[in-house]
């Protein structure tokens, strides 16, 4: 993807809302790791996915400063819900900030903790599961997940490419790396569900629950 090409692209799509463009802004000068954002493109493309599922209720593993989970809640129907789970409690007052100014930051829930203890804990079923977290975790998030995503519900998975490490570098052993493999490399086999990997930004994954 060259740089014209991603303005292009941007500027025949949907724009993002000014509250987004700050929250974007915001993260990357405040924030450590700011590539970790989703960023417009990606983030009207969470949207759409929701306009198309019409979902109740949606789980994200990974909110950080909540620009995706903004995303997927203004794509939900009327009355639902997006439960997201971060980790890191020093971004917490920031990401709740954006919630309490946006028009669907009220369909949000916020859990502050590991996503690996508070999954078991979630009693709910989901239309729809975006595991944006741990990359060395994918394949466990996977597995505590997909008992709670209804028949027929969607998993999405960001960076499955990783950079393109996963074919690229093929001495890289990083944990990050690693951990994208073996989630790769287990769904690819997996009979319970559909999946394709759409080369989009660092790759996403879309997998089907079969019912
Ligand atoms: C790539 S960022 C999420 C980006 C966000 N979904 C977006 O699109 O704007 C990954 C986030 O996952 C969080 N994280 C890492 N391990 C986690 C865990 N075990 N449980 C919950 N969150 C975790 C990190 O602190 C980080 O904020």
Redesign the pocket.
């Known amino acids: 993807m060259t740089r014209e090409l991603e303005e292009y692209i941007l500027t025949h799509i949907d724009p993002e809302d000014e509250l987004l463009a700050a929250l974007d802004r915001n993260?990357h000068l405040y924030h450590l790791?700011p590539r970790?954002?989703?960023?417009h493109l990606?983030?009207r493309i969470l949207k759409m996915f929701c306009r198309m599922m019409r979902p109740h209720r949606i789980l994200?593993?990974?909110?950080?400063?909540?620009?995706?989970?903004l995303c997927l809640a203004e794509g939900l129907c009327e009355g639902g819900e997006v439960h997201t789970?971060?980790?890191?409690d020093e971004?917490e007052d920031f990401t709740r900030s954006y919630f309490d100014r946006s028009p669907v930051g009220d369909r949000i829930k916020l859990y502050i903790?590991?996503?690996?203890e508070?999954v078991p804990s979630l009693a709910d079923t989901y239309d729809l599961v975006?595991i944006?977290?741990?990359k060395r975790?994918y394949l466990k998030y996977y597995e505590l997940v997909l008992p709670k995503v209804r028949p027929g519900g969607i998993i999405l998975a960001?960076?499955t490419l990783w950079d393109g490490k996963v074919v690229t570098d093929p001495h890289s052993r990083d944990a990050q790396t690693v951990g994208i493999e073996r989630f790769n490399d287990f769904v690819a086999t997996d009979n319970r569900v559909e999946k394709v990997i759409l080369p989009l930004r660092d790759g996403l994954t879309i997998l089907w629950k079969k019912p």
């Open positions: 993260t790791r970790m954002v989703s960023g990606q983030g994200e593993l990974g909110t950080f400063t909540g620009y995706s989970a789970i971060e980790i890191d971004i903790g590991d996503a690996c508070i975006f944006d977290a741990n975790d960001d960076n």
